[in-house]
């Protein structure tokens, strides 16, 4: 079942990527930032307006009777009868089709008259011929549109599937024809309910479908277009006989004629899958429009039966995000602006090259959500791109939005990634520090959705120290390890020259006995797992 939409409205909003967390210095380090991930998860399946079908089943399991039930979807409402008892349902429009019986049965042309017919199939397209099949002399004649096919004593078919009521044959162009299932509403209801509600569904529920969808269907009757209703979610979907089932035929009979009412008028009942806790109110989906009091947004606590209740969180790689919400340039950051329901009104994404706006409903169709009651959650990790003294701690800057906890994790030996920490985002956005002991790659995950890593650079700490005499160089590494290149530099104007070469004891400590020439020296260390380290320059 679809909504037409009271209006749609774009609302914007400002938004960007969080900063990087500023260092102990007042200046702010260049850093080095992940292109963002992002992840979609939400709740329910359908548009949100109405009855939840979920919840009206688990009402229904807790006691509900049927119209309790749409008293609560439809706040304010009443149950009375019916205005009509008959409704045109559009089946087909095709160039031609197959109408059949299995017993005999008429056609009315457009003057009135009727003529019968023999048990079998017709073919029936923009041009019909009648023959009488009581006189053997009587030559084929051509029948005025609009045709209708009348049943006899059993039920017509189209194209194989039955139909109660009757079959009108509207002419649409010289090579088209139209046909439209006229039908006693409550018949037309028992082709409704099992076809937009599990057959198996409880008794009560079934009921409230059967009523809502009565209503439904007389709120949102076409009656200049030859038909009254689509057989379809353009509508409702409508299947026929085929898909009647007794446990539905009771719950259509059991609620004969009813309709949902406010202020002595059908309601326009909508429906659908599952809300996810709360239904939504049409200004929720719709800013613009004017209240509805009947559709108002109301608890659903027993909608937790449907798997749909909770979904995602789905992983979009920033191009396909991009592309779903035309956003100019690279993808940066999305934000998403919801009613008190939690549907989604509006929603900015933020490009290299500007912003983009659309509406939650937009959204939803162009990336193929559930619902628009959804959360656009954003993982991205930055570190500052200057190695780290070994020893010492820096802080990471990170954005965590679309989530109330997030794991910072971090690349073991092994290959494998170890959660260092468990953070609470503020403001969506996290600022973790972290003291590696050698270079290393860091992440933010939430389940198996993860940011992209960014790697965190580690220096050894080197000291260098020249004696007094002038005899050498010594100095240490941390950590100590044995064999790692300390390379003794002397400045030389702008550039740094090697004047010697040593390897660290198992205690990382070097000596270099030679006499030392006047001058401002450095060492530089080269240890696996980190970047190159380097002493503070010393003057002999």
């Known amino acids: 079942m679809s909504i037409r939409p009271f209006a749609i409205v774009l609302v914007a909003a400002a938004l960007g990527l969080t900063g990087a967390a500023p260092s102990s210095s007042k200046t702010i380090p260049p850093t080095i930032r992940t292109q963002p991930t992002f992840f979609i998860s939400g709740h329910g399946w359908g548009h949100g307006l109405g009855m939840s079908q979920y919840g009206a089943y688990g009402y229904a399991q807790h006691g509900w009777t049927y119209d309790r039930i749409l008293k609560h979807y439809y706040t304010g409402t009443t149950i009375g009868q019916a205005p009509v008892s008959r409704v045109r349902v559009l089946l087909l429009d095709s160039k031609k089709a197959t109408i059949a019986s299995k017993l005999p049965f008429q056609v009315v042309d457009a003057t009135g008259s009727k003529h019968a017919l023999d048990a079998g199939s017709y073919a029936v397209g923009p041009g019909f011929k009648y023959t009488d099949p009581t006189n053997s002399q009587a030559k084929p004649a051509a029948l005025p549109y609009p045709l209708e096919f009348r049943p006899g004593a059993t039920a017509l078919s189209l194209n194989g599937r039955g139909y109660r009521g009757s079959l009108r044959v509207l002419k649409l162009t010289p090579a088209k024809v139209r046909i439209v299932n006229v039908v006693d509403l409550d018949f037309y209801i028992r082709g409704v309910v099992p076809s937009e ?26 009656a200049a277009a030859g038909f009254d209703l689509y057989p379809d979610t353009r509508d409702q979907v409508y299947l026929g006989i085929p898909h009647e089932a007794p446990s539905t035929n009771a719950a259509v009979n059991a609620t004969a004629g009813q309709v949902v009412l406010y202020k002595g008028k059908v309601a326009s009942t909508y429906f659908f899958s599952t ?20 559709l108002v947004s109301v608890p659903d606590p027993y909608d937790s039966i449907s798997p749909y209740h909770d979904w995602g969180p789905f992983r979009y790689t920033a191009r396909k995000l991009a ?47 559930r619902s628009t ?40 030996s092994a290959g494998d990634w170890q959660t260092v920490s468990t953070l609470t985002p503020r403001g969506g956005s996290v600022a973790p520090r972290v003291k590696p002991q050698q270079s290393s790659q860091f992440r933010l995950a939430v389940g198996k959705i993860a940011s992209d890593p960014v790697p965190v650079a580690v220096a050894p700490s080197v000291r260098l120290h020249v004696p007094a005499q002038l005899t050498g160089f010594w100095g240490a590494v941390k950590p100590a390890a044995a064999g790692s290149t300390v390379t003794v530099q002397r400045q030389a104007g702008a550039a740094w020259r090697a004047v ?17 020439a006047p001058g401002t020296y450095r060492a530089r260390v080269s240890a696996k797992g980190f970047a190159p380290g380097l002493s503070k320059p010393v003057t002999a």
Not at 323 to 334: A, F, N, T
Not at 344 to 363: I, L, N, P, R
Not at 385 to 410: C, K
């Open 197 to 222: 509600m599990p057959k198996t569904w409880a008794p009560e529920a079934l009921k409230a479908q059967a009523v809502a969808a009565r209503s439904y269907a007389l709120s949102h009757l076409h």
């Open 275 to 294: 809300s996810g806790g709360r239904t939504a109110s049409v200004q929720d989906l719709y800013p613009d429009s004017p209240p509805v009091p009947y």
């Open 323 to 369: 592309r779903g919400l035309k956003s100019p340039g690279k993808l940066l950051d999305v934000k998403t602006v919801a009613a008190s329901s939690g549907r989604v009104q509006s929603v900015v994404a933020t490009g290299s090259k500007g912003e983009a706006t659309a509406t939650g409903s937009e959204v939803r169709s162009a990336l193929g959500l």
């Open 373 to 412: 009651w959804f959360q656009v959650g954003v993982l991205a990790l930055g570190a500052p791109t200057t190695p780290l003294t070994y020893g010492t701690a820096t802080a990471l800057s990170g954005t965590a939005r679309g989530v109330s906890s997030v794991e910072l994790q971090q690349l073991g």
């Open 500 to 516: 010697a070469r040593v390897k660290t004891t198992a205690q990382g400590r070097f000596t270099v006995p030679r006499a030392v």
